[in-house]
């Protein structure tokens, strides 16, 4: 859980400085202050669950087991990418291990991840989706015809909100009806009201444990709220200026990592296993970039391949 | 295609529709088939009347009133080994659940470069003469051709609408299915036993050698009639079904325009960048020296569609506003 914790912290931080340096174009959506809830659900998931990111999904890609490299050379444009440099930052995706995609519109996952959380029930695989979404996501019609359908149909889905407490530059108490955006409409679908310590790696993994055992059992969905705070803007276009400084010094006191790595170390845990465990994510960050920036960029041939399944674009004969 | 030496039943479309469904559900266990009142009340239009008698609640299931939720979820099963069959009541909603059609599933193979495959075919209630109002009414088919990543099938008789339905479901692709709710009640010869079309492919409704005339759906009868028509003043019209919009069959349109020299569509979508100016702009660039004259675009006007008999009946193509248009512009 830590390696995965310092991982997570380590690229974000890389993907920021290869941001500034021009190297990552477009836009991107650091995780950076809300590891642990990545972290506590993707050591909770089976490795043949379903996860469906937002477009601030890096973290949840990492913590599937993906490839760095392959991350890290999505970000940068490169043909050795993750979808070899067609999708970008905001859509990262690994079938093979079970990240069904990251969705840049926000809240349309979640009746997609119903749609998997159904198919999985259809062919009794036992599977289940975790779709994780912002608190933003609450107050759109697809959070509410979604968690709808999933309460109605039974399905072995796992909401996660991530109230990291702004939807992009608002705060998400000014424009929500209650305190909890997510917590507090649970019961209008028939659920149990979840709220977690989204900073807390431990109760996040109990929370996920829980959740999952239970849509796995049959018992159908959960909508978990897990608080958090983002350490930095909404994107990398938001200087984050319309946040008081009380207020986030308030939560960077409560920054997910080194208070894991304090809980780890008062359990007794050597300071020098920690601390390898830190130079070994910074190793693995940084061969990821270099491995990835030794990439070329993608073929030009790729503009007009795979819209289809044959692999062509082909609209007619 | 699929015809020959098989014996045939006459069906309506409605009854064809069903049929289409069944035969799929019935060859493979992983065709699911979702949609409002679909189940138990067999579809608003009956047009699905005994599925669910025939195949259970698990793979015949109602939905509440949730368009996003009935595509998305269409859209997560396909992509995690189901063939789910989504209905959209009328056409004209598929702008409650556009998100979900043109952002999430016709860009998803393309954005994960090639991860991702979703053969789902969203079935839905398409075109006007029912007067019910510009809210239920509306020919759709051209916002559905205007977003890579999807194709688009618009059949016009029972045995296409079985044929088609087989072919979308069996597709790798998303397939939007747009029937056309005035066709439900019509019948037609379906062949017995399994029915398969393909995707992308015209059909020649009538032979004929002066112009050609391309329709779909509800317009191909009317250009149908207007060429019997036309033949008593000694005009051979050539009428081709498009059928399908995405893939388009270009080959069998141009192969004609090339023999008569002379193009017309009937269009029932409104005007502005209906099919037909696809078409239209397709044979101007690839045969402009064998036309003899200007391709003519024959469209409801660009309005929504109102709902009283007289002003619905003004605003589509009609057999006379057909065999009128082609009759000024030969002179």
């Known amino acids: 859980m830590y390696r995965l914790l310092v991982e997570i912290r380590t690229f974000e931080k890389r993907a920021h400085d290869l941001f500034l340096q021009n190297l990552v174009k477009g836009t991107i959506h650091l995780s950076l202050g809300q590891e642990a809830i990545a972290a506590g659900f993707g050591v909770a998931m089976r490795s043949d669950d379903y996860t469906f990111c937002t477009y601030r999904g890096h973290a949840h890609t990492l913590a599937r087991g993906t490839p760095m490299t392959a991350v890290m050379a999505e970000l940068l444009g490169r043909e050795a990418g993750l979808l070899a440099g067609k999708g970008g930052s905001m859509h990262l995706t690994s079938v093979e291990h079970g990240v069904m995609g990251s969705y840049a519109i926000v809240g349309a996952h979640m009746p997609i991840a119903a749609g998997a959380a159904w198919s999985a029930q259809a062919r009794g695989s036992g599977q289940v989706a975790v779709c994780f979404i912002g608190d933003g996501a609450t107050n759109i019609g697809a959070f509410h015809e979604a968690l709808n359908l999933a309460a109605v149909w039974d399905l072995p889905a796992v909401f996660v909100c991530e109230n990291n407490q702004y939807m992009e530059y608002t705060p998400i108490g000014k424009v929500t009806a209650v305190p909890n955006p997510a917590a507090d409409r649970a019961a209008a679908y028939g659920l149990e009201s979840i709220l977690v310590d989204g900073n807390d790696p431990d109760a996040v993994f109990d929370v996920a444990a829980h959740t999952i055992a239970v849509a796995r059992a049959g018992g159908g969905p959960s909508l978990v709220e897990a608080t958090t705070y983002r350490h930095g803007g909404h994107s990398r276009a938001d200087p984050a200026k319309y946040r008081p400084e009380d207020e986030v010094q308030a939560w960077l006191s409560r920054d997910p990592v080194p208070m894991y790595r304090n809980r780890l170390e008062a359990m007794g845990v050597k300071e020098a296993v920690l601390a390898a465990i830190d130079e070994e994510a910074e190793r693995k960050v940084e061969t990821a970039t270099e491995q990835a920036k030794q990439s070329p960029p993608p073929p030009i041939g790729l503009v007009e391949a795979d819209v289809w399944a044959d692999g062509t674009s082909t609209w007619r004969n | ?331």
């Open chain 2, 1 to 331: 295609m699929g015809r020959r030496d098989l014996d045939v039943a006459e069906l309506t479309y409605r009854e064809a529709v069903a049929s289409g469904i069944a035969q799929e559900m019935e060859l493979d266990p992983t065709v699911y088939f979702i949609g409002e009142d679909v189940a138990a009340a067999g579809g608003v239009f009956k047009a699905t009347v005994g599925l669910l008698e025939r195949f259970g609640p698990e793979r015949v299931r109602d939905t509440p009133i949730s368009e996003q939720a009935i595509v998305g979820a269409a859209m997560g099963a396909a992509m995690t080994g189901l063939r789910p069959i989504a209905e959209i009541m009328f056409s004209d909603f598929l702008a409650t659940c556009w998100d979900m059609v043109a952002n999430q599933i016709a860009k998803a193979r393309y954005m994960t470069n090639g991860q991702v495959t979703l053969p789902l075919v969203i079935r839905t209630a398409n075109g006007g003469g029912s007067r019910f109002g510009a809210q239920h009414s509306q020919s759709v088919e051209n916002w559905a051709m205007a977003v890579p990543g999807l194709k688009v099938v618009a059949p016009s008789t029972p045995a296409d609408v079985k044929g088609l339905i087989a072919a979308a479901v069996r597709d790798p692709d998303p397939v939007i299915v747009f029937e056309h709710k005035a066709l439900y009640p019509t019948k037609g010869e379906v062949p017995e036993g399994e029915h398969v079309e393909t995707l992308g492919t015209a059909r020649v409704v009538r032979e004929g050698n002066d112009l050609t005339i391309v329709a779909l759906a509800a317009m191909v009868p009317r250009a149908a009639a207007a060429a019997e028509e036309l033949a008593g003043d000694g005009v051979s019209a050539e009428v081709i079904d498009a059928r399908s919009l995405v893939p388009l069959d270009t080959r069998t349109i141009l192969g004609s325009v090339r023999k008569t020299s002379r193009l017309f569509t009937v269009e029932e979508n409104p005007r502005l960048c209906g099919w037909g100016a696809e078409v239209a702009s397709i044979a101007a660039e690839e045969c402009f020296y064998d036309l003899d004259g200007p391709i003519v675009r024959i469209t409801t006007p660009h309005v929504p569609l109102p709902a009283a008999d007289q002003l619905e009946d003004a605003a589509m193509p009609t057999i006379d506003r057909i065999v009128d248009t082609i009759r000024q512009n030969l002179g």
